[in-house]
Nanobody, 129 residues
Framework: EVQLVESGGGLVEAGGSLRLSCTAS????????IGWFRQAPGKEREGVSS????????YYGDSVKDRLTISSDNAKNTVYLQMTSLRPEDTAVYYC??????????????????????WGQGTQVTVSS
């Protein structure tokens, strides 16, 4: 059974930091891309970052690229999202998702929710002003 479990969300003051974790099971982690997405009330789901475990490439959304760092620990089947200089507008439910990647085939649309096959339940991040 495929599972993606997010953790690390919580309440933080503006300017603070959080590290989110996404632990996966039930599929060959090293052959998948893992993406992080967020959705605020009344807004569409937005891709913030992803990592292709096949080739190590990372991707970031324009609104967050200077404040987020994504990393992957294949031994633990876990992807981390380090978030710094958090702002109230970062408040959202953060989801991780998995997408199977073929060997030497570029990942197209790495921040597009529609390409991902499996999703976690999400973790709430709230940034107070």
């Amino acid at each position: 059974e495929v599972q993606l479990v997010e953790s690390g969300g919580g309440l933080v003051e503006a300017g603070g930091s959080l590290r989110l974790s996404c632990t996966a099971s039930g599929f060959p982690f090293e052959k998948y891309a893992i993406g992080w997405f967020r959705q605020a009330p009344g807004k569409e789901r937005e891709g913030v970052s992803s990592i292709n475990n096949r080739d190590g490439r990372t991707y970031y959304g324009d609104s967050v690229k200077d404040r987020l760092t994504i990393s992957s620990d294949n031994a633990k089947n876990t992807v981390y999202l380090q978030m710094t200089s958090l702002r109230p507008e970062d408040t959202a439910v953060y989801y991780c998702a998995a997408k199977g990647v073929r060997y030497e085939v570029p990942l197209r649309g790495p921040l597009a929710p529609r390409i991902y096959d499996y999703w976690g339940q999400g973790t709430q991040v709230t940034v107070s002003s």
